[in-house]
């Protein structure tokens, strides 16, 4: 019984307004879903801030860190108190190893392929 609990455990974190939930270049081991409040990514691009997007709640943001393997290819930060549910690497490599490998694979481009957009218009914004 106390196994079927812990695998039910969610962790929760709440940030307020400003509060940085990571950094540009950070190792990703989690990912995280927006439960209340709103999330900004956003990237420094020649010393200035670009705001890429917010993400409300039911978003998930960080999951592509865990996916590849990458840094953190942008910064997220809380625009209001918000709580977020995390998701561990663990948890998602469970997960994602009973989809379909055809999904799998999919995943992957679909990561490889943001990844490369996010890098060019880096340079487009030089």
């Known amino acids: 019984m106390a196994g079927q609990a812990s695998k039910r455990f969610v962790e929760r974190k709440v940030f307020y307004a400003g509060d940085k939930i990571f950094k540009e270049g950070d190792p990703g081991d989690r990912a995280y ?4 409040g709103m999330i900004e990514i956003f990237k420094m691009i020649d010393g200035k ?3 890429l997007g917010t993400i409300g709640k039911g978003g998930i943001f960080g999951e592509m860190a865990l996916i ?3 840094p953190r290819m942008a910064a997220a930060r809380s625009v209001q108190q918000t709580t977020l549910v995390v998701v561990t690497r663990d948890t998602f490599m469970t997960k994602l190893a ?3 490998p055809f999904m ?3 995943i992957n481009i679909f990561v490889k392929n943001i990844r490369r957009m996010g890098q060019e218009l880096a340079k ?3």
């Open 104 to 106: 799998r694979g999919l």
């Open 68 to 70: 590849d393997n990458q």
């Open 98 to 100: 009973k989809a379909d």
């Open 49 to 51: 801030e670009v705001v």
């Open 124 to 126: 487009y914004k030089s």
């Open 33 to 36: 879903i927006v439960e209340r």
